[in-house]
């Protein structure tokens, strides 16, 4: 029975570790400043990741940084067409977008040339706009955290009610 112990103490210890999302959640913001922000499936933003936007038909890179403390990067467009950004952290998470990037209208024609473009070829840490207002899906920042902690709890609850269980049926 100990030794059944053990091995549900330990199983419980090492699950939540190997629960956490190794995926990697992507939302883009498109307009004049394309804003991509990448997170872990918890919530967490890959923050430095380092992060590479390729222009449509183009083999040099457009843009290369890294993501800011909200795992956020944001370029400027220069062409339509589908724009390719490629995020990857040191610890092998990461993501390739495509972001689709339509033909300006006439009247936005007009406007596009107001305000600066990132340049091809040069390197930059992102810096988007102000950020957008909270939506009912990411009104709750803390969440993943607290979700991911009463899971954890939970399941400890059940492990040790599996056991408890186990040796009842055992012993009677």
Known sequence: MAKCMRWMVFAAILL???ARAHGVLTRVTAGDTTVV???????????????TVRAPGGDAPYLQGTTDARGRLA???DRPGDWTVRVATADGHGAVV???VAPPTPAAADT???GTAARPG?????SPPARPAASPMT???????LLRALGGAL??????ALGARLSRRRGG
């Open 155 to 160: 399941l400890l609850v059940g492990v040790f």
């Open 112 to 114: 596009a040339a107001v």
């Open 98 to 100: 495509k972001v689709a």
């Open 16 to 18: 939540p570790a190997s």
């Open 75 to 77: 370029f400027h467009p």
């Open 37 to 51: 922000t990448v997170t872990h499936e918890d919530g967490e933003p890959l923050a430095g990741a380092s992060f």
């Open 139 to 145: 009104a709750h920042a803390g969440s993943p955290r």
């Open 122 to 126: 040069t390197t930059a840490a992102a």
